[in-house]
């Protein structure tokens, strides 16, 4: 028997992919349905615990509550009134939609049930990879996007490949984000202590989205409040907050880390570049503040009206761009 292991199985009616480290003592459940994480869970001297604050059942995996561990393509977080324009041609995602009810966030892959085109797993590492082609021309979209997703597990932590390939004739608005959210122990996250790696942040309106222009970009020096450039406890902030300016480390991953002193446990979400969003979980369906949704963001929200953001979010046609994170559990 091979030390990693990779299977198919059931949630209820829903298909999932399971990843096993029997050696190092880790688990990895992922839902076809949004290719979202159900699961990080890792033996602790006979116990198992789940980092990972993902869906619990069938029917949560179905209703898509806080978009737990959602993958957001082609783009994260909001897009102001759901509107925007690109290449000089405005676009409407909810035509016919008005006053509150215009709202469009996380892409629009939540929804699908990812194909599973690979499925291995040897003595180094387990895989899987999830794909989907639902993103095609619709309202206020009028492009094409392949969607690919690798999930590693091996024995640094586990690892998302995401790749994304313009397969339309025109150049198409597209960037990555994730969604997960994450426990330390069954309490309230304001005893965790939190550390992200960030210069700046980024300021935004009661809507959440983006003040105009520079009034956006906030130095953590004016922003004490927000500072967690050193490891501090979360303490009674409420963050749903994004951070800018991300300083990688030697190797050039960027981590932000996450810690519980009472229980000793601790994890780190990596990504290759981008931004960093904290919600402190305060306005979810369950388990308020219990659980801290840390989001590595190739760009910002509402990127798709932001100027400075158009080279960042544009993918040519026949063009694949391919973006990096993941989480390692830090033991002691």
Not at 196 to 219: C, F, K, N, S
Request: hydrophobic share 45%.
């Amino acid at each position: 028997m091979t030390r990693f292991r990779a299977v198919e199985a059931m949630l209820g009616t829903q298909p999932v992919v399971q990843l096993e480290d029997a050696e190092g003592g880790r688990r990895v459940r992922i839902a076809r349905l949004g290719a979202a994480l159900l699961n990080f869970e890792a033996d602790e001297g006979g116990t198992w615990f789940d980092y990972a604050d993902g869906y619990r059942d069938d029917a949560e995996v179905v209703a898509r509550s806080g978009s737990r561990f959602a993958i957001m393509v082609p783009f994260g977080g909001r897009i102001a009134d759901a509107r925007y324009s690109f290449d000089g041609q405005a676009q409407d995602l909810q035509p016919g939609v008005v006053g509150e009810a215009r709202a469009s966030r996380h892409g629009f892959v939540r929804g699908a049930t990812f194909d599973l085109v690979a499925l291995a797993a040897d003595e180094q590492k387990a895989r899987a990879t999830l794909a989907t082609n639902v993103i095609r021309p619709q309202p206020g979209y009028p492009h094409s996007i392949d969607l690919a997703v690798t999930f590693t597990l091996d024995a640094a932590g586990l690892a998302l490949e995401v790749a994304m390939r313009n397969v339309g004739d025109d150049a198409a608005p597209c960037f990555f984000g994730w969604h997960p959210y994450f426990r330390l122990a069954d309490a309230l996250v304001d005893g965790w202590e939190l550390q992200i790696p960030g210069e700046g942040l980024i300021r935004t309106g009661a809507d959440l989205i983006a003040l105009p222009g520079a009034a956006a970009y906030v130095a953590l020096d004016d922003a004490p409040a927000m500072d967690f450039r050193e490891p501090r406890a979360i303490g009674g902030q409420i963050l749903d907050q994004s951070y800018n300016e991300l300083q990688s480390d030697a190797d050039g991953s960027i981590r932000t880390h996450l810690r519980d002193p009472a229980s000793g446990r601790a994890l780190v979400v990596w990504q290759e570049h981008g931004l960093m969003h904290a919600f402190t979980s305060d306005t979810i369906s369950r388990d308020v503040r219990r659980a801290i949704a840390l989001e590595p963001m190739e760009c910002m929200a509402n990127a798709f009206n932001r100027p400075e953001c158009a080279d960042a979010i544009r993918l040519l046609p026949g063009a694949e761009r391919r973006y990096r994170c993941g989480v390692e559990i830090i033991q002691a």
